[in-house]
DNA sequence: GACCAGATTGTCT
DNA sequence: GACAATCTGGTCA
C-alpha cells in the first residue's frame, strides 16, 4: 500500500518512528531500486536547533516549509546527497532524514552505483543509500505519492525500536529523535 | 577494528 | 570565508 498523504501530515517524530520497516521505491532511469527503512531521524521547525529550518526560510530548505508527502534533498560535504521526507502537522516545518535501509531491489543496480559489491556496505548511511537509488538534486521537491518515488507499506512488523540521539549534529544533543531498528546490521552506527 | 585526515562544493553570514 | 544532518582510504595494530 502507498502511503498517503495523511502519513506524512502528522508529527514528524511519529512519522519517523512508523517509517521504519516501510519500502523506499525509486523508479529511475536505469531501472527500479528499493530498500527497506531501518533508521530515520526527525527534524522540527524553529523548535529545533539542529534543523534546517530553525531559522528562517531560505532557497535551500524552503521545501520543509512545504506541504507534507514531498522529498527534501539536500548536498552535503561537497560530495553527497542526503534524502528526507517532509512530515509536520499543518503550520509547521519539518522533515525525516532516512539515513539507512536494507537492500531489498535491485541489488546489482545498488553495486553498480556504489561500486562495491559488499551488501552491508551499500546503503548504511544517508550519503550511500542516496547514491545507491540515484537519489539526487532532480529528486528534490518531488511529490511521494504522484512521482517515481514513493514509499510503501508491505506489512512488516518492526519490533526494537531504539530511540538515541542524532548522528553528526553539534546543538539539539539532548533530543532522542533518532530511531532505528536494533537487531539490523544495516543501519549505519549502532 | 580503531582512529584520523582529506575530499570537495553549495549555502549562508 | 567558514562550515556542513558524510564517506573513504590511509595507518597502526
Redesign the pocket.
Known amino acids: 500500500m502507498l502511503l498517503p498523504y495523511s502519513f506524512y501530515a502528522r508529527d514528524t517524530r511519529l512519522v519517523g518512528q512508523e517509517l521504519l520497516g516501510k519500502l523506499l521505491v525509486h523508479k529511475g532511469k536505469e531501472g527500479v531500486t528499493a530498500g527497506i527503512i531501518v533508521e530515520t ?1 526527525s ?1 522540527m521547525g524553529s523548535n529545533d536547533p ?4 530553525a ?2 526560510k ?4 524552503f521545501v ?1 516549509f512545504e506541504e507534507p508527502g514531498i522529498s ?1 534533498v ?7 546527497y ?1 534524502f ?1 521526507v517532509v512530515a509536520h502537522v499543518e503550520g509547521i516545518a519539518g ?1 525525516v ?1 532516512i ?1 539507512a535501509l536494507e537492500p531489498f531491489l535491485n541489488i546489482k543496480l545498488m553495486m553498480k552505483r ?3 559489491d559488499r551488501v552491508l ?1 551499500l546503503t ?6 542516496a ?1 545507491a537509488l540515484g537519489i539526487e538534486r532532480g529528486q528534490n521537491g518531488l511529490s511521494l505519492i504522484k512521482s517515481g518515488l514513493y514509499i510503501e507499506d508491505i506489512g512488516i512488523k518492526t519490533k526494537g525500536i531504539i530511540k538515541s540521539s ?5 546543538e539539539g544533543k539532548d533530543l532522542l529523535y533518532r530511531y532505528y531498528i536494533k537487531q539490523s546490521p544495516f543501519v ?1 552506527v549502532q
Not at 542524532?166 to 553539534?170: C, E, N, S, T, V
Open positions: 531521524e527534524y539542529a534543523s534546517h529550518a531559522r528562517k531560505t532557497p535551500r530548505n520543509m527534501y539536500y548536498f552535503i560535504y561537497g560530495n553527497h542526503c528526507n522533515a532524514l539515513r556504489r561500486k562495491t556496505n548504511n548511511g544517508p550519503g550511500k543509500l547514491q542524532r548522528i553528526g549534529i553539534k549505519s
